[in-house]
């Protein structure tokens, strides 16, 4: 079971006998239940969800926008089918949302004039950030998708308006250089996370939680958290050697200092640490997973070949290397260059390919005309 995030609040006060004690509430308000346990305890989560799932509408809500909120918030497409990461997210847009359309009539969702008012909310966000901007509309879309196939609204205001933000990650690849430096300062704890991610191309959750039972000394099994793919990668000389000689101290292979599983956070907090003493700008854990499908490319490996191993869809994997690296990879370039020289070598400069035709094809001009080439 998952806690619903939305709203959670928290409040910590020193006791009489100076003792310090922190209550929660599921939301914030007079009509808010204090729950009992400790956060993350099993009669924590029951309660909290109990008391979402039971939530009276005020009568100063009915009606508004605030509903769908909370409707969609409690509905099992948010709590089951979203991955932890990504409900953290959505609750914080959804915030955003609640601060600005809190009151919002529903009916007045379905008029078409309705898309202008989200679309200024959106465009008001954009002076500060385009992708947060972009992130915010895209949760009240999604919001207001899952109300239309369920008969809450008529339509979705928020299906057209594009995206804002259009910047590309050809910058956000870690250079061998970078690894180098990155590795040079790393703990040994740290070392292991970026040697998996570099060599299987896994997302951050599924590397922290990858149990040695998955690897049997020559490949990795994956079932991606994400999507549900499952990955069967064969592990590279250099990621054989680590992890055997890697300590077993704990069913997880990634471990922290302590011989603890990474959490999300304690693994955040260790990571940050080493860019800054390697002096790496701008790259972060993510950037991994784009880097090793790059990796993969240099060395020759197709878009076939490369999403066997990372998991990725055929078309993400184009997207990725035709996008956003490789049109600006200077490495790939080298390779081309190196490739026709060595053809060239082969057959002399003088030397003519009887094989190859007199004339190019015919190629279509910007006018739509064709131009034969000599």
């Known amino acids: 079971m998952h806690v619903r995030l939305k709203g959670l609040n928290s409040r910590t006060k020193r006791l009489a006998d100076g003792t310090i004690k922190t209550y929660y509430w599921p939301w914030k308000g007079k009509n808010a239940p204090l729950l009992p346990g400790k956060p993350g305890s099993a009669e924590f989560i029951s309660a909290c969800n109990a008391a979402i799932a039971g939530r009276v509408e005020l009568p100063s809500q009915a009606g508004t926008l605030i509903t769908l909120l909370t409707k969609f918030q409690a509905s099992g497409e948010f709590q089951y089918k979203i991955n932890d990461r990504t409900r953290r997210d959505y609750v914080k847009n959804i915030k955003r949302i609640e601060a600005e359309f809190a009151d ?14 989200f679309l200024e909310w959106r465009d008001k966000m954009a002076k500060t950030s385009l992708r947060q901007a972009d992130y915010s509309y895209q949760t009240l879309r999604r919001i207001f998708s899952w109300a239309r196939k369920r008969g809450m609204i008529k339509s979705s205001p928020c299906s057209e308006g594009g995206k804002l933000y259009t910047g590309s990650r050809v910058e956000k690849v870690w250079s061998n250089e970078q690894v180098e430096r990155f590795l040079a300062h790393a703990p040994p704890t740290v070392t292991l996370l970026m040697k998996l991610a570099l060599e299987t191309g896994q997302r951050q959750g599924d590397i922290r939680k990858l149990a040695w039972s998955a690897y049997d000394g020559e490949v990795i099994r994956v079932r991606q958290k994400k999507t549900g793919a499952y990955v069967a990668v064969p592990v590279s000389d250099e990621l054989k050697a680590t992890l055997d000689a890697t300590p077993r101290v704990c069913p997880i292979i990634a471990v922290s200092a302590d011989g603890r599983p990474w959490t999300e956070n304690s693994l955040q907090s260790a990571w940050r640490v080493v860019p800054l003493k390697a002096k790496i700008e701008d790259r972060t854990f993510h950037d991994l997973r784009g880097t090793a499908v790059v990796r993969l490319a240099r060395a020759g490996c197709n878009v076939v070949e490369i999403f066997s191993i990372t998991g990725h869809k055929p078309s993400e994997v184009q997207s990725i290397l035709t996008a956003h690296y ?42 739509g005309q064709k131009q034969e080439k000599e």
Request: charged share 30%.
């Open 104 to 117: 919002f009539p529903i009916k007045a969702i379905d008029d078409p004039a309705s898309r202008a008012d």
């Open 326 to 367: 490789l049109p600006q990879d200077g490495e790939v370039a080298a390779n081309a260059i190196a490739k026709l020289n060595a053809y060239r070598r082969g057959r002399g400069d003088q030397k003519v390919d009887k094989n190859l035709p007199s004339k190019l094809p015919s190629v279509a001009t910007g006018d």
